[in-house]
């Protein structure tokens, strides 16, 4: 719940008690200024803030009217009635809110908040593909721009993506941009995977063969963890639960014990009993986790950042209400078409809870 109090200091006195040991005080008290703006100004434009699991302590635990993953956030874009929606998140994901919502002003609070994963792959990449696997069904992660989604058959997000490829019945399934994710998704599900632009000859043999069609897109914070950072870490700290976001490399999901969306990575720790967790994603969510958990200890890997998601300050957001920065716009005839993909995704859902698989 987003903290609404009657003045800076009661505001300030909430967030030192949410926050203490994670934030310096005198940050908060800065902080605290800030919180206090948003929550006048937020009233004031009749907005809503969408915040995604990687944000900031200090911006997560206090402006946020929802908190959550792709799945969830783009469900609540979807639902909402308030006249903007300031998106503090990336770029696929603001856009994703517009495209599900459309009458609604979307605003991401900076221009410059990107994803490695959604500029690895172009909407002429997935017409290649279509013509080059004629008619085989394309699932885009959710991590891609407008145009792509409207090229593609269904979308999925890191809680759901085995579920939607199972979800088709086809033996053969074209899975973009994520190479990594794809990869856990073939393993999970028991399918062969092929990566066209790697392996030319291959394809020639295997094209009727092959059950899943890959892409070479990466997570640039993702992709930096390796197997040798669990087991060095399982050597320090015998008793610790490790957990894997799926766009980490096959080899790193078999390594930990868990691997699930950033939302399904939160409730495994706030649902088990370990003294000590290792997280592999964006560093900031294991001081969320920890903020929330007082008892249990994050290990974190905080030497890579995700530098986009890092863009989106509480300064920032606050600038988004005052000046109405940064809008998204998505051209009509592409909007209706990438709307269909996520639709798709948004009827098929994803598993039950007891459905989740652990990792290894
Ligand atoms: P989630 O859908 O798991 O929140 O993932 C989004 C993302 O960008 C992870 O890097
Ligand atoms: Fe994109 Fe990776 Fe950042 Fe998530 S963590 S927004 S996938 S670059």
């Given at each position: 719940?987003?903290?609404?109090e009657?003045?800076?200091?009661?505001?300030?006195?909430?967030?030192?008690?949410?926050?203490?040991?994670?934030?310096p005080?005198?940050?908060?008290?800065?902080?605290?200024?800030?919180v206090?703006e948003?929550?006048?100004?937020?009233?004031?434009?009749?907005?809503?803030?969408?915040?995604?699991?990687?944000?900031?302590?200090?911006?997560?635990?206090?402006?946020?009217?929802?908190?959550?993953?792709?799945?969830e956030?783009?469900?609540?874009?979807a639902e909402?009635?308030?006249?903007?929606?300031?998106?503090?998140?990336?770029?696929?994901?603001?856009?994703?809110?517009?495209?599900?919502?459309?009458?609604?002003?979307?605003?991401?609070?900076?221009?410059?908040?990107?994803?490695?994963?959604?500029?690895?792959?172009t909407?002429?990449?997935?017409?290649?593909?279509?013509?080059?696997?004629p008619?085989?069904?394309?699932v885009?992660?959710?991590?891609?721009?407008?145009?792509v989604?409207?090229?593609?058959?269904?979308?999925?997000?890191?809680s759901?993506?085995?579920?939607?490829?199972?979800?088709?019945?086809?033996?053969q399934?074209?899975?973009?941009?994520?190479?990594?994710?794809?990869?856990?998704?073939?393993?999970?599900?028991?399918?062969?995977?092929?990566?066209p632009?790697?392996?030319p000859?291959?394809?020639?043999?295997?094209?009727?063969?092959?059950?899943?069609i890959?892409?070479?897109?990466?997570?640039?914070?993702?992709e930096?963890?390796?197997?040798?950072?669990?087991?060095?870490?399982?050597?320090q700290?015998?008793?610790?639960?490790?957990?894997?976001?799926?766009?980490?490399?096959?080899?790193?999901?078999?390594a930990?014990?868990?691997?699930?969306?950033?939302?399904?990575?939160?409730?495994f720790?706030?649902?088990?009993r370990?003294?000590?967790y290792?997280?592999?994603?964006?560093?900031?969510?294991?001081?969320?986790?920890?903020?929330?958990?007082?008892?249990?200890?994050?290990?974190?890997?905080?030497?890579i950042?995700?530098?986009?998601?890092?863009?989106?300050?509480?300064?920032?957001?606050?600038?988004?209400?005052?000046?109405g920065?940064?809008?998204?716009?998505?051209?009509?005839?592409?909007?209706?078409?990438?709307?269909?993909?996520?639709?798709?995704?948004?009827?098929i859902?994803?598993?039950?809870?007891?459905?989740?698989?652990?990792?290894?």
């Amino acid at each position: 719940m987003p903290i609404q109090e009657s003045t800076v200091e009661k505001t300030y006195d909430r967030m030192a008690r949410l926050l203490d040991g994670i934030v310096p005080d005198f940050e908060l008290k800065v902080k605290a200024e800030l919180v206090f703006e948003i929550q006048r100004l937020k009233r004031e434009r009749r907005a809503i803030i969408l915040g995604h699991n990687y944000m900031e302590p200090a911006l997560y635990h206090t402006v946020p009217d929802v908190v959550g993953d792709s799945l969830e956030l783009a469900r609540r874009a979807a639902e909402t009635d308030a006249e903007v929606i300031v998106f503090c998140g990336v770029r696929f994901m603001a856009e994703t809110a517009k495209i599900l919502n459309p009458s609604r002003t979307v605003l991401l609070p900076s221009a410059k908040a990107g994803c490695s994963l959604a500029e690895s792959i172009t909407a002429e990449d997935v017409r290649a593909l279509r013509r080059r696997f004629p008619g085989v069904p394309v699932v885009t992660y959710i991590n891609t721009y407008a145009d792509v989604k409207a090229e593609c058959d269904v979308c999925c997000t890191s809680s759901n993506a085995a579920w939607v490829v199972e979800s088709l019945g086809s033996e053969q399934v074209i899975m973009i941009p994520d190479e990594y994710l794809a990869g856990n998704v073939a393993r999970e599900t028991g399918k062969r995977i092929i990566f066209p632009s790697r392996t030319p000859d291959q394809v020639q043999d295997a094209d009727l063969q092959v059950e899943l069609i890959g892409w070479q897109g990466r997570c640039e914070v993702h992709e930096a963890f390796t197997v040798d950072d669990v087991r060095r870490v399982r050597e320090q700290f015998p008793d610790v639960v490790v957990l894997a976001h799926p766009e980490c490399s096959p080899q790193v999901v078999r390594a930990a014990d868990y691997s699930g969306s950033t939302s399904q990575m939160i409730n495994f720790v706030r649902d088990s009993r370990a003294g000590r967790y290792l997280l592999l994603t964006e560093c900031a969510m294991g001081d969320n986790i920890a903020a929330e958990n007082p008892g249990k200890e994050m290990v974190r890997l905080c030497s890579i950042r995700c530098p986009h998601m890092n863009e989106i300050t509480l300064e920032e957001t606050r600038d988004a209400l005052l000046k109405g920065q940064y809008p998204i716009e998505v051209d009509e005839a592409v909007r209706v078409r990438a709307k269909r993909s996520l639709d798709r995704m948004l009827e098929i859902g994803r598993p039950p809870r007891a459905a989740m698989r652990p990792a290894s």
